[in-house]
């Protein structure tokens, strides 16, 4: 079986701060991994994957992932926060099988302080 | 090109009453899913359809929940009956199939509150 595990459910950062989001996985097969974004009132929209290729992923609107064997990890960052960064966003696993599916983390909210 | 379109995107009924969800995937899209989002956790997949037939409906609460896709193209939802923990957004995804790698492409949800 495969999880994913976001600690917190609230993150506040300043405008033009950087952004850490966290992001550990446990898989028992090479994993691939998303994070999606979910601004209110709508669906999730892909930010970002890796699927083995190259460990460090850049997704739209500057984001950016990391995908650290060692550490099970897939944080996602951004360099300089923006307030239409506000939204909650979810990490996810998948085995890219041929059935494969999503299985999501609980989600963390970013809020983005003036 | 056009997204998963979801209706109705709002719907309040009493427990023990009867909803229904409709979804129409990206057009090529082999595989359809309907995810429970309940407030302040992430989707759980509920069922997974590649065409028209089910691939996985593990976690379907069988007693109440059932879903159909006809001719491996649009899908519905349905609960009968209602209950309270019901209340939730339910979103359907597609995507290409086989070899997508669990990329999925989503509706804006459709959000049941269960009176």
């Known amino acids: 079986a495969q999880s994913v595990t976001q600690l917190g459910s609230h993150v506040s950062v300043s405008e033009g701060a950087l952004v850490l989001l966290r992001c550990n996985y446990s898989s028992s097969v090479p994993p691939y991994l998303f994070w999606y974004v979910q601004y209110p009132n709508q669906g999730l929209q892909l930010l970002l994957k890796y699927t083995s290729a190259a460990t460090l992923v850049k997704g739209i609107n500057g984001f950016e992932a990391e995908f650290k064997k060692s550490e099970t990890s897939f944080h996602l960052t951004k360099p300089s926060a923006h307030m239409s960064d506000a939204a909650e966003y979810f990490c996810?696993?998948?085995?890219?099988?041929?059935?494969?599916?999503?299985?999501f983390g609980k989600g963390i909210t970013l809020s983005v302080r003036p | 090109e056009a997204g998963v379109a979801q209706s109705p995107r709002y719907k309040i009924i009493e427990k023990r009453q009867s909803v229904a969800f409709w979804c129409n995937p990206i057009?090529?899209?082999?595989?359809l899913y309907w995810y429970q989002q309940i407030l302040g956790q992430g989707p759980k997949l509920l069922i997974q359809?590649?065409?028209?037939?089910?691939?996985?409906d593990s976690q379907l609460p069988k007693d109440r929940f059932s879903a159909e896709r006809l001719k491996g193209v649009d899908s519905t939802l349905k609960i009968q009956p209602a209950k309270l923990e019901d209340s939730a957004v339910y979103l359907c995804?597609?995507?290409?199939?086989?070899?997508?790698?669990?990329?999925?492409?989503f509706g804006e949800g459709s959000r049941l509150t269960v009176l």
């Open positions: 359809f590649q065409n028209n037939g089910v691939v996985d």
């Open positions: 996810a696993v998948s085995d890219g099988g041929a059935n494969s599916k999503l299985t």
């Open positions: 057009s090529g899209h082999a595989t």
């Open positions: 995804a597609s995507s290409l199939g086989p070899g997508s790698a669990g990329e999925l492409f």
